[in-house]
T-cell receptor, first 112, second 116 residues
Framework: ETGVTQTPRHLVMGMTNKKSLKCEQH?????MYWYKQSAKKPLELMFV???????ENNSVPSRFSPECPNSSHLFLHLHTLQPEDSALYLC???????????FGQGTRLTVV | GDSVTQMEGPVTLSEEAFLTINCTYT??????LFWYVQYPGEGLQLLLK?????DKGSNKGFEATYRKETTSFHLEKGSVQVSDSAVYFC???????????????FGKGTKLSVIP
């Protein structure tokens, strides 16, 4: 039990679909993150929320839309994705004082 | 910008062999350094960390020493087990400029396979 839970664990979607990834943490952290893990590439930071405000998006395409309704929940809304968006999407949380980040188990996304 | 370079994998070792996974970094200031491990089908778990020069992080028989002079944080274990088979990520943490928040920058990961 890592304290960070992601759902679903696996998702297959067509390029015209709309879906959402969910992340939930019960560690009392005030910062949450979305990372993309693709084969043979470093983990890519997509979005950072600190105290429920977005502080970084690293030029992620607009077909990815994050939402952080409160400090315990983080969503990644997906629409009109491309096959190259297939990857493992990892959520993480930490205290905003720079302490250790805890990761969820990830959502394996396949775009067909 | 900040970056982390890890040795290319995969690394295949026999059980009880000595392990070294090299990691070097480029960063402004004095970042904190981490090793994360990812077991098959799982997310990343913190393995060990070091927050200042000459600190040694250790956990589960793994060790890494923060070497500022060589900007390195090599991971070592004296005797690996089959259960150590996983992907290992070196990472550094720095402060976003002007944002008051932190980010982790990861290396590409090194896959370790330990055979009986």
């Amino acid at each position: 039990e890592t304290g960070v839970t992601q759902t679903p664990r696996h998702l297959v979607m067509g390029m015209t679909n709309k879906k959402s990834l969910k992340c939930e943490q019960h560690l009392g952290h005030n910062a949450m993150y979305w990372y993309k893990q693709s084969a043979k590439k470093p983990l890519e930071l997509m979005f950072v929320y600190s105290l429920e405000e977005r502080v970084e998006n690293n030029s992620v395409p607009s077909r990815f839309s994050p939402e952080c309704p409160n400090s315990s929940h983080l969503f990644l809304h997906l629409h009109t994705l491309q096959p190259e968006d297939s990857a493992l999407y990892l959520c993480a949380s930490s205290q905003d004082d720079g302490s250790v980040a805890f990761f969820g188990q990830g959502t394996r996304l396949t775009v067909v | 910008g900040d970056s982390v370079t890890q040795m290319e994998g995969p690394v295949t070792l026999s059980e009880e062999a000595f392990l070294t996974i090299n990691c070097t970094y480029t960063a402004t200031g004095y970042p904190s350094l981490f090793w994360y491990v990812q077991y098959p089908g799982e997310g990343l778990q913190l393995l060990l960390k070091a927050t200042k020069a000459d600190d040694k992080g250790s956990n589960k028989g793994f060790e890494a020493t923060y070497r500022k002079e060589t900007t390195s944080f090599h991971l070592e274990k004296g005797s690996v087990q089959v259960s150590d088979s996983a992907v290992y990520f070196c990472a550094l943490r720095t402060l976003y400029s002007g944002a008051g928040s932190y980010q982790l920058t990861f290396g590409k990961g090194t896959k370790l396979s330990v055979i009986p």
